[in-house]
């Protein structure tokens, strides 16, 4: 199977900052890649899939990156809003893994 | 309205059988794969079993490989997952999710999901 490991774990940040999300896949995954944010107590919500396609209602402020086994999630200028657990999850090859998740946290 | 709405979870003893149920509205439900993901209290995401539009494609966790079925019926427009042989580590909360599209690209509408606990 797979693995996806994100980094960091636990990211520190402040509003209007910059910040990225690294995943890495334990194999080539192609742009077979989703990412999620998910908030405490609900459903996770879909933000880019195919690595770099924004999903429709999504703000322009997040854009994804990458394509093999290297990809990441940029957050432009973060919004109070934001601050929430980051998931991304690959789609190249069954069981569609996800990574541990990463937790933003106002600094 | 696109909507799922999952039934089924509750509590079991380990080593019982569950049957979950995914009855879909809003969209046309045989044009898009299916996944069941679930969480365990306070930790992450885990896609345990995904399916293709047309049940050609099925894959599984390997937590769950061997003891849980995945199933849909297009006409009844519902998911199923059939969980047998469950254990303590099986509990948490099951969403149902649709894909964007036919095969897998990401989960873009979730269920509220039921909640299966596993204990004696």
């Known amino acids: 199977d797979i693995q996806m490991t994100q980094s960091p774990s636990t990211l520190s940040a402040s509003v209007g900052d910059r910040v990225t999300i690294t995943c890495r896949a334990s194999?080539?995954?192609?742009?077979?890649l989703a990412w999620y944010q998910q908030k405490p107590g609900k459903a996770p919500n879909l933000l880019i899939y195919?690595?770099?396609s924004l999903e429709s209602g999504v703000p322009s402020r997040f854009s994804g990156s990458g394509s093999g086994t290297e990809f990441t999630l940029t957050i432009s200028s973060l919004q109070p809003d934001d601050f929430a657990t980051y998931y991304c999850?690959?789609?190249?090859?069954?069981?569609?893994?996800f990574g541990q998740g990463t937790k933003l946290e106002i600094k | 309205e696109v909507q799922l709405v999952e039934s089924g979870g509750g509590l079991v003893q380990p080593g019982r059988s569950l049957r979950l149920s995914c009855e879909a509205s809003g969209f046309t439900f045989d044009e898009y794969a299916m996944h069941w993901v679930r969480q365990a209290p306070g930790k992450g995401l885990e896609c345990v079993s995904s399916i293709s539009w047309n049940s050609g494609g099925i894959g599984y966790a390997d937590s769950v490989k061997g003891r849980f079925t995945i199933s849909r019926d297009n006409a009844k427009n519902s998911l199923y997952l059939q969980m047998n042989s469950l254990r303590v580590e099986d509990t948490a909360l099951y969403y149902c999710?649709?894909?964007?599209?036919?095969?897998?690209?990401?989960?873009?509408?979730w269920g509220q999901g039921t909640k299966v606990t596993v204990s004696s």
């Open positions: 999850q690959q789609f190249n090859t069954y069981p569609y893994s």
């Open positions: 194999q080539s995954i192609n742009s077979w």
């Open positions: 195919k690595a770099s």
């Open positions: 999710a649709k894909d964007l599209g036919s095969g897998g690209y990401g989960a873009d509408v």
